[in-house]
Nanobody, 117 residues
Framework: QVQLVESGGGLVQAGGSLKLSCVPS????????MGWYRQAPGKERESVAV???????VYQDSVKGRFTISRDNANNAVYLQMNNLKPEDTAVYYC???????????WGQGTQVTVSS
């Protein structure tokens, strides 16, 4: 079983910054990718930023230039530095770990990010 522990969410004013952290535990191996997703009220969950095992990074267009995803290969932690936050970034942010072995796809419990105008 894999557990993903997220931290770093909170309330911030527009233009501010937050850094999200996700640390996995359990049997970790054969990682395809790790990433951050978000879900705002009344909307579907969407991809924000993903980093592949090879280090390639893919960002949602709306966060390019503002958010940076990074990964610590020593402990498989993944981080999301969010700068110049906007009210439309308000959502619950989820960490995702995708592996080629069971349980294949794991999710964190979510952390709330609220950006006030």
């Amino acid at each position: 079983q894999v557990q993903l522990v997220e931290s770093g969410g909170g309330l911030v004013q527009a233009g501010g910054s937050l850094k999200l952290s996700c640390v996995p535990s359990g049997i970790i191996g054969s990682i395809n990718r790790m990433g951050w997703y978000r879900q705002a009220p009344g909307k579907e969950r969407e991809s924000v930023a993903v980093v592949t095992h090879g280090g390639d990074k893919v960002y949602q267009d709306s966060v390019k230039g503002r958010f940076t995803i990074s990964r610590d290969n020593a402990n498989n932690a993944v981080y999301l530095q969010m700068n110049n936050l906007k009210p439309e970034d308000t959502a619950v942010y989820y960490c995702n770990l995708n592996m080629r072995i069971w349980p294949y796809d794991s999710w964190g419990q979510g952390t709330q990010v609220t950006v006030s105008s």
